[in-house]
């Protein structure tokens, strides 16, 4: 499932942006989609995932409650809007899916991820 991600950019502090991440294939019901992001010089994080299926939803402490993942069925796409951004949120963000195929729980590790599409730049600043 080859993914396409998209909608970064430069945006002043509490500023908002959505990414946007495009399957160029059907999502199957059991498959999960997730947001990760990599700051210059620390580790890659967990950002937020959902189940395509049901839409249920995790997030990483510091970004609850200012970005939401959605999907759109019929786009094969699924989206993080990000609100009330904050300087610490500038990385580089990435898409992924996992497969799923033992139809477990949403999970943050990203080694469980099968495939990840090419970052999208997010910077904030003044």
């Known amino acids: 499932v080859p993914l396409q991600a998209y909608g970064g950019g430069l945006v002043q502090p509490g500023g908002s942006l959505r990414l946007s991440c495009a399957a160029s294939?059907?999502?199957?019901?059991?498959?999960?989609m997730g947001w990760f992001r990599q700051a210059p010089g620390k580790e890659r994080e967990f950002v937020a995932a959902?189940?395509?299926?049901?839409?249920?939803?995790l997030y990483t402490d510091s970004v609850k409650a200012r970005f939401t993942i959605s999907r759109d069925n019929a786009k094969n796409t699924v989206y993080l809007q990000m609100n009330s951004l904050k300087s610490e949120d500038t990385a580089v963000y990435y898409c992924?899916?996992?497969?799923?195929?033992?139809?477990?729980?949403?999970?943050?590790?990203?080694?469980?991820?099968?495939?990840w599409g090419q970052g999208t730049q997010v910077t904030v600043s003044s």
């Open positions: 992924a899916v996992r497969q799923n195929p033992k139809r477990t729980p949403l999970h943050t590790s990203g080694s469980l991820f099968d495939l």
């Open positions: 294939e059907p999502i199957l019901s059991n498959y999960h």
């Open positions: 959902l189940t395509w299926r049901e839409s249920r939803t």
